[in-house]
């Protein structure tokens, strides 16, 4: 079965520093990978998607994520943190098998520190 | 463009009860999806309508329905409320083609006591 794990409930990190959040799948078809940002009190925002193609995805406020299928991984990275990037992270797969569900792993909350 | 809208915001119910709500999907999508959000079991799938079918459906019990009308709004239904069903109801629109990206609403926190 699909699965997401996210490593890391909490991370945090300074102001200015670099952002790494972990995502690995477990798929047994090629999967499509999202990551989402969800603020207190708010719905789920998209970052960025992997679908086919090139492995190193851009997304919105700088964000970046790597597919590395050989890890099964997709984690997800900013070069430098600013306040405003604390929040919750979700990363999904939706499977190519023309899947219409998303399956997140467990969040994981970014602390940014001054 | 408006975004995904869901109403109410908050609910508070009683224990036995049923409830309904609602989503309005963004203008030209034609896709719903509903997702369960709790502390301890994360976001969970719960159902997705297209063109008012439902094609997909999660892990849930009966009590959980969902229905979509001909404009593409949605509504779910959960009859005999428990303490467990306390949770962010998160509704999602997206065009309808499978891997689509979704769109989600601001979310029904939904209390049961």
């Known amino acids: 079965a699909q699965s997401v794990t996210q490593l890391g409930s909490h991370v945090s990190v300074s102001e200015g520093a670099l952002v790494l959040l972990r995502c690995n799948y477990s798929?047994?078809?090629?999967?499509?990978l999202f990551w989402y940002v969800q603020y207190p009190n708010q719905g789920l925002q998209l970052l960025l998607k992997?679908?086919?193609?090139?492995?190193l995805v851009k997304g919105i406020n700088g964000f970046e994520a790597e597919f590395k299928k050989s890890e099964t991984s997709f984690h997800l990275t900013k070069p430098s943190a600013h306040m405003s990037d604390a929040a919750e992270y979700f990363c999904?797969?939706?499977?190519?098998?023309?899947?219409?569900?998303?399956?997140f792993g467990s969040g994981t909350r970014l602390l940014v520190r001054p | 463009k408006a975004g995904v809208t869901q109403t109410p915001r908050y609910l508070i119910k009683t224990r036995g009860q049923q409830v309904t709500l609602s989503c309005s999907p963004i203008s030209g999508h034609r896709s719903v999806s509903w997702y369960q959000q709790t502390p301890g079991q994360g976001l969970q799938f719960l159902f997705e309508y297209f063109s008012e079918t439902q094609r997909n459906k999660g892990n849930f019990p009966g009590r959980f329905s969902g229905r979509q009308f001909s404009n593409s709004r949605s509504e779910m239904n959960v009859s005999t409320l428990e303490l467990g069903d306390s949770a962010l109801y998160l509704c999602?629109?997206?065009?309808?083609?499978?891997?689509?990206?979704?769109?989600f609403g601001p979310g029904t926190r939904l209390t049961v006591t």
């Open positions: 992997y679908t086919t193609g090139a492995t």
């Open positions: 798929s047994s078809v090629p999967p499509y």
């Open positions: 999602a629109s997206s065009l309808g083609e499978a891997h689509d990206e979704q769109y």
């Open positions: 999904a797969v939706s499977l190519m098998d023309s899947s219409y569900k998303l399956i």
